[in-house]
């Protein structure tokens, strides 16, 4: 990957007030709301004795990788081909798969460190314990994030333009939402829809995360099937892709 390339990439993104918010800041702040509810700090048996909020962080963790993928990433990659960039790129030293791996660097960096800023608050504003099977936990998590972008450069594969984009976007980001567990954490669901929703990428990351957060390495099967979409979507998007 060109570094210079890399370094104006991270500029440009710095420049976009919106989605540093909305990758890097809104998981975090969402946590903060929810937590200050004062049921969210309270055990609930049916989540095995932990408190929502406990289980809220890694769904924080996850809206930072959807946000990136499905939504900013696309929109990124659409816009640089609608407005010929790509195209003059591909007769300039620096190729265009240059700016794609730029792009999807900055994009998943961002994402990571959000992760980190929503652990960290969550510990120090609400006591929420740190994973504790780290390696298993940051495992899951690079699995993840390589599904999200993978997910994001297909939703860019078959994008013509930035509206497009939007729109493809918009219709995977709620359903991927809702698998991530933010409106019922994944563990809660009802069995049938569980094992659905476990089939996803973000249903299966949620429950990898949940599990390394609780001490214990992620299941295979849960990493099994992010490894599994990773490589279908990056193959999905390598057909589709048009550099024009």
Known sequence: MNTA???????????EPA??????????LLLVILGSIPSFRRADASMGGLRPVDAYVPIAVLIALIMSGVQTLPQALTGYRERGILRRMAVTPVRPSALLSAQMAVQGGVALASALLALTVGRVAFDVTLPAQPAGYLLALLLAAAAALALGSVVSALSRTTKIAGAIGTAVFFPMMFCAGVWIPVRNMPHALARVVELTPFGAAARALDQAAAGDWPGWGYLGVLAAWTVLLTGAAARWFRWE
Request: charged content about 25%.
């Open 5 to 15: 390339v890399l370094r104006t990439e991270f500029r440009l993104f710095r420049r």
């Open 19 to 28: 989605a540093v918010f909305w990758i890097f800041l809104f998981p975090t």
